[in-house]
């Protein structure tokens, strides 16, 4: 064995992973079980009192999901991960491990829609309380900030604006007042950004987009980037304060770089139940192991749909990081170098009634609500993921009448710019 440190598709294709040792199987088995058999009454004392790690019950742990755990740990360069049932599940996992019933934590406006709806309206049934950054700069998030804030949540690819964030400016401003950086990974995928390298402490991402990579599983996953000093005052009760439930233990100070995962895992995924299904977890390890294939390929792809689309005269604007001219593309040179990803937006001329034509007479790509499959897909945000939101907010997360967003699939980009050029013809 050499001592090289493995170089990323490397662990994309092996971290976490070894052959079955019961059977030899070289692909990861699906652990198809709900439970697990003990050794004997000592060893499920010390499974359930955690003072020993292994598998008591699928919502909790499973053999299957423990491989993605690990290998998404490794691809991001965290201390630990847990995956659930979704991109949601994972996102209220974490700030149920954060909040308190009146806690606040800061967000960026540009955000996936499903988030501004869980973050605006479904958490304020847990006193959970959002506030938005008025811009992009770290300034804003500063300005938002209170005694009660206990986080600060963007993405690193603002999904669906092609909007790059400034994570280490923001980072700054997040370790200045002692709060948890989130990053949503989804879009950039670890394969574009490492979150965690630029100074987030936890890396959030649905699985069910670019890592798993086929349209076919949903999943989330949390990456507990083991920067955080959980210890340093009291504002994180459910790690600094003796559960009882495990004979008086303080997580912080048991599992300590990997803390936040443990509490995510045996208060959240164990009070809240999201769990993943070991079949949607093999899945998703199978996706994983082609993600640097695929991302290069979506990139490259998407970058040639922007430029064509730049030049079409049925066509006001396109957002694309990866152009050199874009307003982010100094941000994607600094945060994500090897590309802008594959999702970006576009406006028609024409607005509302030209973007539904668009949607309508696409062959190849499908009109759909998913972005990071292998196939094209399109979706007008304005009529669909973001028709809850007022104008205002549909404008602040870039979804106006007029947009249109894209994921650029696999397939041969020749294709792609065709299927384009003949439902835009048909405005
Ligand atoms: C899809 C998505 C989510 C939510 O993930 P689900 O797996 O659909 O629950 C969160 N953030 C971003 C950026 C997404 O694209």
Known sequence: MSNREPGFDTLAIHAGAQP????????????QTASFVFDDVDHAASLFGLQA????????????????????????????????????????????????????????????GGSINQFGQSFKSFDWHVKWAEGLAPADFEAQITKKTKAIFIESLANPGGVVMDIAGIAAVAKKHHIPLIVDNTMATPYLCRPIEHGADI????????????????????????TFDWAKDN??????????????????????????????????????????????????????????????????????????????????????????????????????????????TFGVKGGYEAGIAVVSNVEIFSHLANIGDTR???????????????????????????????SVGIESVEDLIADIDQALAKI
């Open 20 to 31: 079955d040792p019961a059977t030899g199987a070289r692909i990861t088995p699906i652990y």
């Open 53 to 112: 790690f292994g598998n008591i019950y699928t919502r909790i742990t499973n053999p299957t999901t423990a491989v993605l755990e690990e290998r998404v740990a490794a691809l991001e360069g965290g201390t630990a991960a847990l995956a659930v049932s979704s991109g949601h599940a994972a996102q209220l996992l974490v700030m149920h491990a954060l909040m308190q019933p009146g806690d606040e934590f800061v967000a960026a406006k540009k955000l996936y």
């Open 203 to 226: 890396v959030v991402e649905s699985l069910t987009k670019f890592l798993g990579g086929h349209g076919n599983s949903m999943g989330g996953i949390i990456v507990d980037g083991g």
């Open 235 to 344: 504002r994180f009760p459910i790690l600094t304060q003796p559960r009882e439930e495990y004979n008086g233990m303080v997580l912080a100070e048991t599992f300590g770089n990997f803390a936040f995962a443990i509490a995510c895992r045996v208060l959240g995924l164990r009070d809240l139940g999201p769990a993943i299904s070991p079949f949607n977890a093999f899945q998703i390890i199978t996706g994983i192991e082609t993600l640097a294939l695929r991302m290069e390929r979506h990139c490259e792809n998407a970058m040639k749909v922007a430029e064509h689309l730049k030049a079409h005269d049925k066509v006001a604007w396109v957002s694309y990081a990866g152009l050199a001219d874009d307003e982010h593309h100094a941000m994607q040179q600094k945060y994500m170098p090897k590309g802008a990803g594959a999702v970006f």
């Open 376 to 406: 094209s897909l399109i979706i007008h945000p304005a009529s669909t993921t973001h028709k809850q939101l007022n104008d205002d907010q549909k404008a602040a997360a870039g979804a106006g009448a007029d947009v249109l967003r894209l």
